[in-house]
């Protein structure tokens, strides 16, 4: 099994001397009994302490990297060893007993997916919404429980805590009271973004790593290959993400999102010209078809407010406020003649109109179907 597990050090963007670094310590047997990992988000904490802990578990640890295949790797890459234990932020609904346990499914599940991700991401993906994201009281408890156990497998039992800076006040407490006398072979990894919001007690008894931003060019290499990203655009979105990963991602997503856009609503358009009433059917279907939901359908309605104005701006000359990507710009030199003070107005109202009626859970086959028509009296053959 040759796969690279998506837990080693070599699976992680830049950051080569903090690998050093870490690795030296393992082979030196110099492994402190508590790190804080401190960076900013999407500069990979998480997954560089993952990578430390499956090396120090390692049953076949290479010089640069764990071995990827012994028993101890395999199930790292999964989170499931049983000497590694986890604690993270989440918010509460009546179901849990307000421990991490309690989502240790949807965790392993989400963090081995991407290992990069904010805390937003994570909230999103257990539902929370706007609720605070927290490491309750009764955490104490489990990682005292935890640290009693006798190890199985590894040398260490690890613990690694993402962003004890949202501990409760409790907790802090006791987990300050296990990093004063920590129990022999136990190693404790803080993964932190605001080491100004952890109770200084446990940061001194800590030793501090500083995880730097990625830096432009390392990411911009990362990106060609990973996401077969042109050289040109990699250097674009690397030079905005400025050091975030999470931040380029959202970036990539964005872009294929607008082009997707642009082609639909470049289609709508194109039918609303011809008055081709099949084809907006069709298209009215396509925008309610199961990929496509609420959630897209509005970024879809937002862009179509977006580029509608742009032709406008486009049509009175007013360069300097043009906000185009290149293929937008090639559209909207042809098009833009169609929209002009006459119907600019309408044409705003029809697509903010659909947003609301969508947003209101209006069945949105109608809703599409009834925009095409609206724009068939408004652009015309002029």
């Not at 959202?250 to 194109?270: G, H, P, V």
């Not at 279907?285 to 959630?295: A, C």
Request: aromatic residues 10%; charged residues 25%.
């Amino acid at each position: 099994n040759n796969k690279n597990s998506s837990m080693q050090f070599s699976q992680i963007i830049g950051q080569d001397i903090i690998k050093q670094q870490l690795i030296t310590s393992v082979r030196e047997g110099r492994i402190p009994h508590a790190q804080l990992f401190l960076g900013q988000e999407g500069v990979g904490k998480l997954a560089l302490a993952i990578a430390y802990a499956q090396y120090v578990s390692c049953l076949n640890k290479g010089k640069h990297d764990s071995c990827g295949t012994c028993s101890s790797c395999i199930k790292y890459e999964k989170l499931i060893h049983p000497d590694l234990h986890m604690v993270f932020p989440f918010a509460k609904d009546g179901k849990t007993k307000e421990i991490c346990d309690d989502l240790l499914p949807e965790w392993r599940e989400f963090v081995t997916k991407n290992v990069y991700f904010s805390l937003e991401q994570w909230m999103d993906n257990i539902g929370a919404g706007n609720k605070q994201a927290t490491i309750y009281a009764n955490e104490s408890n489990e990682i005292l429980r935890k640290l009693q156990l006798t190890t199985y497998e590894s040398a260490y039992k690890i613990m690694i805590i993402w962003l004890p800076e949202k501990m409760n006040i409790t907790c802090a407490n006791k987990l300050l009271k296990i990093l004063e006398e920590p129990p022999t072979k136990t190693l404790f990894i803080l993964v932190s973004e605001q080491v100004e919001k952890i109770i200084s007690t446990i940061i001194s008894r800590t030793q501090m790593i500083k995880i730097p931003l990625i830096e432009t060019h390392t990411m911009s290499s990362y990106l060609q290959a990973k996401h077969s990203i042109s050289k040109e655009n990699s250097i674009n979105i690397a030079r905005i993400a400025n050091g975030n990963y999470i931040k380029a991602l959202s970036i990539i997503k964005a872009t294929e999102e607008s082009q997707l856009n642009f082609t639909r609503y470049q289609e709508i358009m194109r039918y609303a010209y011809k008055n081709d009433v099949l084809a907006t059917k069709k298209w009215a279907e396509e925008m309610t078809s199961s990929s496509m939901g609420r959630e897209k359908q509005k970024s879809f309605l937002d862009y179509a407010q977006h580029i509608t104005r742009e032709c406008f701006i486009k049509n009175i000359e007013i360069n300097e406020l043009n906000y185009l990507i290149d293929y937008e710009e090639n559209f909207s030199s042809g098009f833009a003649r169609f929209v002009n003070e006459k119907n600019i107005q309408a044409l705003m109202d029809f697509f903010a109109d659909a947003a609301t009626d969508i947003e209101q859970n209006v069945q949105g086959k109608f809703v599409f179907f009834d925009l095409g028509l609206k724009l068939m009296t408004q652009i015309k053959q002029n």
